[in-house]
């Protein structure tokens, strides 16, 4: 059984970078269970995709993030991060680590951008 579990601080200040990581039991993210994502859900919203690494490496980015956006992994941790920078209030979110279209969804952590 696969579990993702996100961790990172959850305040940030406005202009800084946010820095999440997703650590992985049950599997390996160098496995092709589908696209290791990020995902985010600010209040009041619906979710709205950030971007995922693939078990090759690869990254793909949502275009209106992409400029903002870094993913990668350590395999040897069996890990993935997200980086988002210059951070505003409008990134206020819950965050997900997930593999979309699967049950494998992490529970999700609450991150604040405050000053």
């Known amino acids: 059984q696969v579990q993702l579990q996100e961790s990172g601080p959850g305040l940030v200040k406005p202009s800084q970078t946010l820095s999440l990581t997703c650590t992985v039991s049950g599997g390996s993210i160098t496995t092709n269970y589908g696209y290791w994502s990020w995902i985010r859900q600010p209040p009041g919203k619906g979710l709205e995709w950030i971007g995922y690494i693939a078990y090759s490496g690869s990254t793909y980015y949502s275009p209106s993030l992409k400029s903002r956006t870094s993913i990668s992994r350590d395999t040897s941790k069996n890990h993935f991060t997200l980086q988002l920078s210059s951070v505003t209030p409008e990134d206020t979110a819950v965050y997900y680590c997930?593999?979309?279209?699967?049950?494998?969804w992490g529970q999700g952590t609450q991150v604040t951008v405050s000053s």
């Open positions: 997930a593999i979309p279209s699967t049950a494998y």
